[in-house]
């Protein structure tokens, strides 16, 4: 393996590698870094997670000539879709700018523009910034790219998903013909070669992680469920394979803030972030996350790309997304810069659709995780015959009691006959151990094992979907743990709102 020291960066940058704690380069890094400081232009496809800032940041910054201290203008130009990424990105950039003399500028949406058009005219050497803002500051004439030596252009391919394409346009028309151009990207697709790939004069390219193909050391585990039984599934799945950083993606705002107060008041300690909550807000809850502040954020795919979040335990997709590529950013917030880690998708039988669509461009099928705790419904997945991967050979767990560390009271009355958790040793919930097919959908097919009073409560259930009702339109209301507040419109936010 090569070291930092043999890519040829310099004495500043090999510095600032070792303030960021790097011992060896990751693919990416060793790849891009020499073709970088060659000059080359760079088109790299490497999954999130495997390291791409240090490999743009270095080699650009470790090659820019030091200029003495006064106004001038940067050189080098960083676009990137997200605020959470600029200030990612912009997080290395200080530490590599400051070891190699240079001066870092960070420009994003929904923060005042007073402290960045101050910086902007103090001078700066590398300009980090989201295509909107850096627009509106081309606009008002404060921000100057005729010096730009390197353009990069980060995340293209969500760049392009978010319709930034005329901006990014207007960008790179007023950056200088004669530049160096570096393309990153988790996904080179069609749209990104047919609308970016021009840009780049005879580019090196990179490829680290095929289309689809996702972070080896992320399994990955699907949970049929149905939908309204998915806040006590959570619950189990985080009461019995921890809750120590655990992040939890909902399709929706509003279901992400349903799915954080569900957690809340069932004692977990979380975090939300979606595109609705403030800047402030969104950094805030990060940091508690990071810091292990909070156990599990919650969120909308605003968090799945490029969020830096080291050591994550476990992805949990409550919903899957509706875009099949996001599935692989999502679970690329786990097993990242080489640790272990585990995706969890809930399927119910409206997101089947999705399901294969992700399967395909995984090209594999993905295992069902057995649980302990709780009795999986196959049938919502239209077939018995995938295979789980239990942890304990069936059989072994029995009696086996799981840490009563939040306080689940009143559960055992809620399922009763309904629920879904497995039997306890004593008894408690005989007889509602065995998962009544409330999954079930007019027209499939059962395991066969259902009893026959399950299968009348079944076949009313059905008539009920038949009818246009929901079970939990029938379920009576609850406090606490209700799985009915985690989509009740209007509901109060958790708290975390107007905190700035
Ligand atoms: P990125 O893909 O740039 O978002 O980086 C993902 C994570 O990998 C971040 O936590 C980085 O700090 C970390 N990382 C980047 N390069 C290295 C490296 N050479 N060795 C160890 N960790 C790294």
């Known amino acids: 393996m090569t070291s930092f020291q043999e890519l040829g960066l310099s004495d500043g940058a090999l510095g600032a590698v070792k303030r960021l704690g790097y011992e060896n380069p990751t693919p990416v890094q060793e790849q891009a870094i020499p073709a970088v400081l060659q000059g080359r232009d760079v088109i790299a496809a490497a999954s999130t997670g495997t390291g791409k800032t240090a490999a743009f940041l270095l080699p650009t910054v470790s090659s820019l000539k030091r200029l003495r201290r ?18 990612q990105i912009s997080f290395v950039s200080y530490k590599v700018a400051k070891a190699c003399g240079q001066y870092t500028t960070v420009l994003y949406g929904g923060k005042p523009y007073g402290p960045q058009i101050r910086e902007l005219r103090a001078g700066t050497d590398v300009l980090i910034a989201t295509p909107g803002r850096l627009c509106d500051l081309i606009q008002r004439g404060v921000v100057n790219l005729g010096s730009i030596e390197v353009l990069v252009l980060d995340e293209a391919d969500r760049m392009l998903d978010m319709g930034f394409l005329p901006d990014v346009r207007r960008i790179v028309d007023l950056v200088p013909e004669e530049r160096q151009t570096l393309l990153f990207s988790a996904t080179i697709d069609k749209s990104v070669r047919n609308n970016l790939a ?46 120590d950083k655990v992040i939890v993606f909902a399709r929706t705002k509003m279901r992400a803030e349903g799915v954080a107060k569900m ?38 795919d605003v968090l799945a790309r490029g969020i830096d979040i080291p050591s994550v335990d476990y992805v949990v997709n ?119 097919k409330d999954g079930m959908r007019p027209g499939r097919k059962s395991s066969g094992k259902a009893t026959k009073s399950q299968e009348s409560s079944r076949d009313k259930k059905a008539r009920g979907q038949a009818s246009g009702r929901t079970r939990s339109m029938k379920r009576p209301k609850r406090s606490g743990s209700s799985p009915q507040g985690t989509r009740r419109p209007g509901m109060k936010s958790s708290g975390l709102r107007g905190r700035r």
Request: aromatic residues 4%.
């Open 70 to 87: 006064g106004p001038r203008a940067p050189r080098i130009l960083v676009v990137t879709p997200t605020r959470e990424l600029a200030e």
């Open 198 to 243: 021009g840009l780049l004069q005879d580019p090196e390219v990179i490829q680290i992680a095929q289309r689809g193909e996702t972070s080896k050391i992320v399994d990955q585990y699907l949970l049929p469920v149905a939908q309204s039984e998915k806040p006590e599934l959570l619950k189990c799945l985080l009461d019995e394979k921890g809750h």
């Open 263 to 300: 957690l809340k008041d069932a004692g977990y300690k979380v975090e939300c972030i979606h595109s609705d909550r403030t800047q402030g807000q969104r950094r805030n809850a990060l940091n508690s996350f990071r810091k292990g502040k909070a156990d599990v954020i919650v969120a909308t």
């Open 318 to 436: 409550y919903d899957l997304p509706d875009m099949a590529e996001d599935y692989i950013h999502r679970i690329g917030r786990t097993g990242r810069a080489g640790q272990e880690g585990f995706a969890v998708s809930f399927v119910s039988g409206n997101s089947l659709k999705a399901l294969k669509a992700i399967e395909g461009l995984l090209g594999k099928e993905i295992p069902v995780m057995r649980l302990e705790s709780y009795d999986l419904d196959m049938s919502i997945l239209g077939t018995t015959s995938r295979k789980g991967k239990p942890k304990q050979k069936k059989g072994a767990s029995k009696g086996k009691k799981q840490p009563a560390k939040y306080n689940y009271e009143g559960w055992a009355d809620l399922r009763n006959g309904k629920g879904k958790k497995k039997a306890s040793k004593d008894g408690a919930e005989k007889g509602s151990g065995k998962k009544p």
